[in-house]
């Protein structure tokens, strides 16, 4: 039977199988495919926030949904600024913005096991909400940058990661100041 509180980690299994048709049709490199690219990651945006809105909502929280959710989301992130890189989406000096946010994506999954048998999390606060969300919306517009005869999308996407990469350093500096003494 089908229930409530299988439904968050349902959607972060599709959100990970999403992840490969993104990137292939990425790699296609033709309008089409971009559209539809950007459809499955607007699709995969969605549902983790439906999925972590869910859990709470109604109390379905997971421990299999606490470990893969934040998987599901560093590898989405991670695997997609990779193929936007290798397809020189990104490139130049907006390349230093990625690597500092694939860093954080990896150290804040290091903080989180190193944190999971301790009593402590580390909580997200609202401006990783927000960072979260221009990160999102930049790598949606990078997607689909060269279906417009602009290069306005394709700096657009590229100053949101930038915006993104300085609220992670500053968001990693509170997680640190706060949590220093746990070490």
Not at 15 to 32: A, N, S
Not at 125 to 137: E, R, V
């Amino acid at each position: 039977m089908f229930k409530l509180n299988n439904i968050p980690n349902l959607l972060t299994i599709l959100r990970i199988l999403l992840i490969p048709g993104i990137i292939i049709c990425i790699e296609l490199d033709q309008p089409k495919y971009s559209w539809i690219a950007l459809f499955f990651y607007v699709f995969a945006c969605f549902s983790d926030f439906l999925d972590g809105y869910i859990a709470r909502k109604f109390d379905v929280e997971s421990n299999f949904g606490k470990f893969l959710d934040p998987i599901a989301d560093k590898i989405l992130i991670v695997a997609l600024l990779i193929i936007l890189l290798d397809n020189n989406k990104i490139s130049g000096i907006f390349v230093y913005p990625t690597l500092i946010i694939i860093l954080r994506e990896v150290i804040v999954s290091g903080l989180r096991d190193f944190f999971l048998h301790s009593s402590k999390n580390l909580a997200v606060t609202n401006l990783s909400k927000w960072k979260t969300m221009i990160q999102m919306t930049s790598l949606g517009f990078l997607i689909v940058e060269d279906n417009f005869a602009t290069n306005f999308i394709l700096y657009f996407g590229n100053i949101g990661l930038t915006i993104a990469s300085i609220v992670t350093i500053y968001t990693g500096y509170i997680y640190f100041k706060r949590n220093l003494k746990l070490f």
